[in-house]
T-cell receptor, first 110, second 113 residues
Framework: KQEVTQIPAALSVPEGENLVLNCSFT??????LQWFRQDPGKGLTSLLL?????REQTSGRLNASLDKSSGRSTLYIAASQPGDSATYLC?????????FGAGTTVTVRA | NAGVTQTPKFQVLKTGQSMTLQCAQD?????MYWYRQDPGMGLRLIYY???????DKGEVPNGYNVSRLNKREFSLRLESAAPSQTSVYFC????????????FGPGTRLTVT
């Protein structure tokens, strides 16, 4: 069974600082990895999808890396803004199904 | 293009009552999913439908049933609600297969008293 861990559970940084969010997993036989953003009381919004054959994916200020051999993915958010405050979840696909981490709640202080 | 829609947004049930959560997607996706989200536990898969006409159990299926009504719609039924089913329920869909991005609905907040 895939175990997905996100540490830390919460993070507070001043505006402008770069954010580094970690995701570790136990089973490297994955099809893809997705990073999601969730605002309080809302659904999940997909940020980035990394296929198993890829090492990283970039979108604007966001960059996600994938290292299957070490069972790790990292989401980098450059020059954080108060609008980046949210919970970030990683999820791994082993087949049709996603296994989720519990998330990291980020607060960016103005 | 509404994406994934869910009804209702909020619901309060008494123990033992039944209800059906509705989900629809307009992206012509093959696969649909039901998750529940509880504090500190992430999202857990309840049931999924890889394609129209098929359904399979996920990680936490006990106390739930599903129906894939057609390609667009996937409903989740609680036959006899219990306080342990108090949660936020999310429906999701993707194009079909492991390499596709999942899209989520806004969620249904269910409280069972």
């Amino acid at each position: 069974k895939q175990e997905v861990t996100q540490i830390p559970a919460a993070l507070s940084v001043p505006e402008g600082e770069n954010l580094v969010l970690n995701c570790s997993f136990t089973d490297s036989a994955i099809y893809n990895l997705q990073w999601f953003r969730q605002d309080p009381g809302k659904g999940l919004t997909s940020l980035l999808l990394i296929q198993s054959s890829q090492r990283e994916q970039t979108s604007g200020r966001l960059n996600a890396s994938l290292d299957k051999s070490s069972g790790r993915s990292t989401l980098y958010i450059a020059a954080s803004q108060p609008g980046d405050s949210a919970t970030y979840l990683c999820a791994l696909s082993n087949d049709y199904k996603l296994s989720f981490g519990a998330g990291t709640t980020v607060t960016v202080r103005a | 293009n509404a994406g994934v829609t869910q009804t209702p947004k909020f619901q309060v049930l008494k123990t033992g009552q039944s209800m059906t959560l509705q989900c629809a997607q307009d992206m012509n996706h093959n696969s649909m999913y039901w998750y529940r989200q509880d504090p500190g536990m992430g999202l857990r898969l309840i049931y999924y439908s890889a394609s129209e006409g098929t359904t399979d159990k996920g990680e936490v299926p006990n106390g739930y049933n599903v129906s894939r009504l057609n390609k667009r719609e996937f409903s989740l039924r609680l036959e006899s609600a219990a306080p342990s089913q108090t949660s936020v329920y999310f429906c999701a869909s993707n194009g079909g297969g492991a390499n596709y991005e999942q899209y989520f609905g806004p969620g249904t907040r269910l409280t069972v008293t």
